[in-house]
């Protein structure tokens, strides 16, 4: 399982560009951290931007709750989502708003690091 050192040390183990573009994908999103009274949805999507837009604010988020994340490690991955069309990723993505998801504690107390070092 991809642990987020692991996201950030490999990346990408496909073309979700090709892979998206030729089929319409769903896939489980889950917000729950492992917390099985909260649940999650399939979203379904059409363009990877889409799946990069849903993802990227609370894995950004998981990663500003683990105390040991430097600060400046953190504002260098807030710049590099802004830089790829994430306008907040500090807020909860348009298909969390969407589908009404509720996020574990984790991803809010990320949230609420990304907030007190951008805002």
Sequence with gaps: MDVWQNINDIGLRCS???DVGNVDTTFPFDLSCGNPSIKGTNLSI???EDTVAAIWSPLLARAAAIPTKGDHE???LYEDAVN?????????SEAEVDEKLEAAEPIIR????LRALVE
């Design 84 to 92: 790829r069309d994430i306008p907040s990723p500090h807020e909860p």
């Design 110 to 113: 990320g949230r609420a690091r």
């Design 74 to 76: 953190l504002c260098r």
């Design 46 to 48: 059409d363009r990877v």
């Design 16 to 18: 979700p560009r090709e």
